[in-house]
Structures are given as C-alpha cells and as structure tokens.
C-alpha cells in the first residue's frame, strides 16, 4: 500500500538528515511522526519512526547521566545466575508480589501504581540452579516516547536474557500485553521471534552480488535500493528463505535485539483461568507460553525454568564422580558445546563422550554432535595428547 507522504513530510525528512545533535534529531522525529499519515499503509513508517525516537530519547538520557557523573551509556544491571529475566508490565501489575515470592528480594508492595522505580534485582533458587529476576519499573503506553517512567525501563528490559511479561488476569489482559509487545517493539526488542535467514557481508568493491535474490519478494532492483538507502553498495548478500521488504529492513536494523519472552498471569483467585487462556490464544495464538501464579512453590519455580530453554549438563571424568553443579547451556547443545564451556583447547581434543539420562543405555557412547538433554551426564574423552591443566 502507498504511504502518500505529503511534501511537508518529505521537507522533515531533510531536516532529521541535516541533524547535527541529538536534541535536533528527537525534534526532526517527533516532527516526522506528526507528519506521517495515519492509517495501515504506513503503519511500518511509524513504528520505525517511534523506534528511532525510542533510541535517541535513551541516548540523551544516557548521555544526560554521564554528564552529571553517574550512571553508564545504559541502566543495565550486573547479571548473576544461569540467566536473567526481566519482569516487565503495567503498574501495579504484580511484579513487586511475584518477585517478592520467589526470591529473598524484599521490594515494595503498594497499591499505587509506580511504586518500584528503580530496578529490582532477586535470585530464584530452582534445584540446583539460580536465576536472577529482575523486577522493572513499570511499562505504559508510551514509555518508549519517554512517559510514566521513561525509556529506562525498556532499556534494562533489552539487556536481559528473557522477558516475562507480567499479565493482571482480573483487568483487560490482552490489551495489557498489547500495549508490552508494542513499547518493547519501540525500543528494538522483538519478542519470540527471529530475524531472517539473511546475510549481508559488506566487502570494499565489487557492487552487491545477491545468492537467492528469487527468495526476496520484491524484485532484485528494490532489494539494491533498500541496501544502498543503508549505504551498503559492495557486499555478498545471501537469502536462505522468504523475505519481504520488511524483513530486510528489520535485520539491515542494528537497532534490533531479539529476545524469548513469556507470560506470567497475577491476580487469578477465582477468576476463570480457561477463559483467560483461550482470549490469550485467540489473539496471540501459540506466541506466548502462558503460566498462571496461583501457588508460589516449586511447580512456579520449575514452569520458569522451562520457559528459558536452557538445560542442565553434569560433567564426570572417567572413573570419577559427576560435577555437583550443573553447566547450564541453551537447550539444543551437543556433547562438543560442553567440551567447549569446560576448556576451549579440550572441545578441540574431544573424541567423543557417555553419556547417562537422555541415550537409550546408562553410558552410551555418542559423537560430539549429539545433543544433549536437561540433566545429561556427561563424560568427556580427549584424545591422549590432551592433558587437563591444574
Ligand atoms: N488479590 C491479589 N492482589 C495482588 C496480587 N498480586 C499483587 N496484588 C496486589 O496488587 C498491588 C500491586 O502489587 P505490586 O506487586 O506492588 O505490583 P507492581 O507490578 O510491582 O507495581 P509497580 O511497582 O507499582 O509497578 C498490591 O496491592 C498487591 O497486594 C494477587 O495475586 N492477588
Ligand atoms: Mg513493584
């Protein structure tokens, strides 16, 4: 559909590229999306637009709190544990309570809205894991423009390893995770999604050489001029699937970080929890893994724990007894990302390894490319030239 931008627009346009400061490029922005139509031909524009807005209100702030001494290029918060997950939603959502539950943290719990304004960190104990939760201020409509709290929510949102999205069951829930997915979109976090199978290695001369130009749906002619609208115009493009303009666009965006996310539901006492379920999937289909906090126990605890997709690894030498703590590592990894957490010049000697829980026998022996499952034994053999260091 035709965005039918007007002069005026393409006049602001100009402006945003003539921008010298910061404060010049929020104003040229904020103009822009005034200026923009409303309506589904340049919906894109717009979030684009917001994006950018979202990025440059950080970089102020950011900027703003070196000047006075504190503070850092970001408000993210040191990561402890196996993975950190933010708990993000609306004010009074619940975060404080559930954060409150499940760890020793002891943040404040009030019936007004924005009562935690700072960042809230605590460590979930999950058998033998620990999982950092960190409690973040609360998101509205509009945080990504710089309401309510600011921008600064979303920013610590951005550098955790997942998202929990913190969902109030008795009040308008899907408008709540909405409004989530939209600021988190506005300020480069895109939620269970994954950038496109596409890439772009730029190279000094040579023009663009496109491998699977059919797969983009747009023509080879528009894929060149989107490439060179980024200033890319010497580069091996490789496409692997179907790619719209969007997609391209979206995985040309440095900007963009993509992140797991779930939703935690608060507030369900007697409320009919199959009706919330079936709202949730009527709108959002299968995207989001849903769990209901109604008892704050282990079964709370370990329906976290798979929802970070991460597995449980014991590694034993031969004739020894298996490590104690686990080795946590992304679900999907094999017998050679173990070797490589333990020592990188040990993955290079791996010959192969047993392994107890997920083979069909105690101690099978498996390649290095085998993958692994939650609470996998594992026992690595090097070849004989590989000696542990002491
Ligand atoms: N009935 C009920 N009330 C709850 C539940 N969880 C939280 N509340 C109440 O909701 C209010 C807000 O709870 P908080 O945990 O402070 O919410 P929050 O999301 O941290 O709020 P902000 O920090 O202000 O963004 C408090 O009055 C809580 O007692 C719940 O499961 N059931
Ligand atoms: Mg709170």
Known sequence: MPA????????????????????????????LIRLAPKHKGTEKLLKMLKRRLAKLRQELQAKQARRVGRGGPSFAVRKEGAAQVALVG??????????????????????????????????????DVQIQLVEVPAVIEGSSLGKGLGAQPLSIARNADVIALVIDASTKLVEQVRILINELE?????????????????????????????????????????????????????????V???????????????????????????????????????????????????????????????????????????DKEQAKRPLVLPKGSTVFDVASAVHKDFARELEFARVW?????????????????????????????????R
């Open 186 to 242: 506005a300020a480069g976090i895109k939620l269970n999604q994954r950038p496109p199978k596409l890439s772009v290695q730029r190279r000094i001369t040579g023009g663009i050489e496109v491998r699977g130009a059919g797969m983009f749906k747009g023509g080879e002619a528009e894929l060149k001029r989107i490439l060179q609208e980024h200033r890319i115009h010497n580069a091996f493009v490789t496409i692997d699937e179907p």
């Open 90 to 127: 609306a004010p009074n959502s619940g975060k404080s309570t559930v954060l409150h539950q499940l760890t020793a943290a002891r943040p404040k719990i009030g019936i007004y809205p924005f009562t935690t304004q700072h960042p809230v960190p605590g460590m979930m104990q999950f058998e």
């Open 4 to 31: 039918n931008l007007t002069p005026e627009y393409f006049k602001a346009e100009a402006r945003y590229q003539q921008a010298r400061t910061i404060d010049e490029k929020i104003l040229a922005t904020e103009e």
């Open 357 to 389: 829980g997920s083979t069909r026998f105690p101690g099978q022996q498996v390649p290095r490319e085998y993958a692994l499952q939650d609470k996998d034994i594992v026992e690595l053999h090097a070849s004989k030239s590989y000696s542990p260091r």
């Open 244 to 318: 719209t303009a969007e997609e391209l666009e979206e995985s040309l965006d440095e900007s963009l970080v993509y992140r797991r996310a779930f939703i935690l539901l608060t507030k369900c006492g007697s409320l009919d929890l199959k009706e919330k379920f079936k709202l949730l999937e009527r709108e959002f289909g299968g995207r989001f893994q849903t769990i209901a906090v109604q008892e704050a126990g282990e079964g709370l605890k370990r329906a976290i724990f798979e929802n970070l997709d991460l597995i449980r690894i014991y590694t034993k030498r031969p």
